[in-house]
């Protein structure tokens, strides 16, 4: 059961921006940091951006996130082949005291 | 290079436990700095946080799964399991271990690649 509400689907040619959009409430997003995940086919969720708006070592610069009040966005410009994947926000929950997670997108590169 | 290694049954009977373990390499459970989770994934479906554990055994669960749901810290063996019981299909599902990291709030930083576990009679 997602708690956080995401976009189903977004999708671009290469090298064009596309944006992914999270919503979340008081006790997850408004109080904590938001966090995304890339998934490719097959494989484990792969962490992407942590604290917002930070990147892993390794993580191209061309993936940035952001946060306002209970919502979030992570961009991707210049897309590329590769980076067609699912993608999943989630953040700390308060009354959960847990994780919660998006909905999950799906980036399709055209 | 931490490394998460999930072992276990991949086919599991309906109305039995299932039972996982996460062999942690690279790093140690009994670290002051990290929780250690579980999160699962049905086919084709999201991601479900199922709880976490720190090194003391303080756990948090998610509360739609507490009733059926422990999991517990083995130091000496450097690894966390998890026991699920009573299953049935909806448990069907990629079961990842993460280690959990705090900036701002608690999130999972590093998977292990899942095993998938199915019900099946």
């Known amino acids: 059961q997602s708690v956080l509400t995401q976009t189903p689907s977004g999708s671009g040619t290469p090298g064009q921006r596309v944006t992914i959009s999270c919503s979340g409430s008081?006790?997850?997003?408004?109080?904590?940091?938001v966090n995304w995940y890339q998934q490719l086919t097959g494989t484990a969720p792969k962490l992407l951006i942590y604290?917002?708006?930070q990147r892993p070592s390794g993580v191209p610069d061309r993936f940035s996130g952001s946060k306002s009040g209970t919502s979030a966005s992570l961009a991707i410009s210049g897309l590329q082949s590769e980076d067609e994947a699912d993608y999943y926000c989630?953040?700390?929950?308060?009354?959960?005291?847990?994780?919660?997670f998006g909905t999950g997108t799906k980036v399709t590169v055209l | 290079q931490l490394q998460l290694q999930e072992s276990g049954p991949g086919l599991v009977k309906p109305s039995e436990t299932l039972s996982l373990t996460c062999t942690v390499s690279?790093?140690?459970?009994?670290?002051?700095?990290?929780?250690w989770g579980w999160i699962r994934q049905p086919p084709g479906k999201g991601l479900e946080w199922i709880g976490s554990?720190?090194?003391?055994?303080?756990?948090f669960y998610n509360p739609s799964l507490k009733s059926r749901l422990t999991i517990s810290v083995d130091t000496s063996k450097n690894h966390f399991s998890l026991r699920l019981s009573s299953v049935t299909a909806a448990d069907t599902a990629v079961y990842y271990c993460?280690?959990?990291?705090?900036?701002?709030?608690?999130?999972?930083?590093?998977w292990g690649q899942g095993t998938l576990v199915t019900l099946s009679s």
């Open positions: 993460t280690r959990l990291e705090y900036s701002g709030g608690w999130y999972p930083g590093y």
């Open positions: 690279g790093g140690s459970v009994s670290s002051t700095s990290y929780y």
């Open positions: 554990i720190y090194y003391t055994g303080s756990t």
């Open positions: 008081s006790s997850n997003i408004g109080s904590n940091a």
């Open positions: 604290r917002n708006n």
């Open positions: 989630a953040a700390w929950d308060d009354s959960l005291n847990g994780c919660v």
